[in-house]
């Protein structure tokens, strides 16, 4: 406060960090649990409840999510589930490595900069092969 | 709460007055989504086809049914404490932390109470 303004340095804030591996699965885990909690389980209710309610109401959830038979609207809501549904796979798997990383770091391990930095990116190298590997097998067979 | 002696301040619990009953929860219930959401997955990816009549089929039988009334109950769980965490770090108004109080107390159960009531009738019969 008595210090003159301008020539101390400041503490560095937020956007002046290089983004390292660390922060990014570290907001990352955040983001993606907040998009599975918000979106993942909207979408497992309304799957559970599809079903609950009985073929019409399922075959509903499928025509909007996926399938689209009746074109119109459909179509863009078939499309964005689609993404979605990738996107909530790749939410989970990247969530759940990151999560197991978290374990990791509570009892106290992984905090050298070189190990933490090479943990953390394959937490997304895994997550994206996992997702991928899902998706080709969803897909493929 | 604590008397001043050392075993009164840990029962106390801390600042917080909550000790590390968040922390533990947030853990256990992880925990519990590793081995319930890759059984689901699985379970999804193995099914013959995705039709109403093997879905319905897949959910009505006990393991699955339990295995899907066991993530109504601790993903819930798991995906309120973490808001929690979310909002606590992110809402500052008193408006807003009341509305985020009603929000997280309320909203994950009648999700959980939805999602419970409806894979009881998926096994028990109804539609």
Excluded: C
């Excluded at chain 1, 390292?20 to 979106?39: D, E, K, Q, W």
């Excluded at chain 1, 106290?108 to 090479?118: I, V």
């Excluded at chain 2, 922390?23 to 890759?38: C, K, Q, W, Y």
């Excluded at chain 2, 193995?46 to 879905?55: K, Q, R």
């Amino acid at each position: 406060m008595a210090q003159a303004p301008g020539k101390r340095p400041l503490s560095p804030h937020l956007e002046i960090w290089r983004w390292g591996p660390a922060m990014l699965v570290s907001i990352l885990h955040r983001i993606t649990g907040n998009g599975l909690a918000f979106v993942g389980l909207a979408m497992l209710l309304w799957w559970i409840s599809a079903i609950a309610g009985g073929p019409e109401s399922y075959q509903t959830f499928l025509d909007w999510v996926w399938l689209a038979p009746n074109g119109g609207l459909q179509v863009a809501t078939a499309l964005l589930g689609k993404v979605v549904l990738v996107g909530l796979t790749w939410a989970f798997f990247q969530h759940m490595a990151t999560g197991i990383r978290h374990f990791v770091l509570d009892v106290g391990a992984g905090y050298e900069l070189e190990a933490n930095a090479r943990w953390s990116s394959l937490t997304i190298l895994f997550s994206v092969a996992a997702t991928s590997v899902f998706w080709a097998f969803v897909l493929l067979r | 709460m604590g008397n001043g002696t050392s075993i009164g301040r840990v029962r106390g619990l801390g600042s917080s007055h909550h000790g590390t009953g968040h922390f533990l929860s947030s853990r256990l219930t992880a925990v519990g989504n590793l081995v319930l959401i890759p059984f689901l997955m699985v379970s999804l990816l193995l099914m013959p086809s995705h039709d109403y009549a093997t879905v319905h089929a897949w959910a009505a039988k006990p393991l699955p049914a339990t295995a899907l009334i066991l993530i109504m109950i601790n993903t819930f769980y798991h995906a309120r404490l973490g808001i929690q965490v979310m909002l606590e770090d992110y809402v500052h108004e008193d408006g807003g932390k009341i509305a985020a109080w009603l929000f997280i107390n309320f909203v994950p159960f009648a999700g959980a109470a939805f999602g419970i009531v409806s894979v009881v009738r998926i096994a028990l019969g109804g539609a």
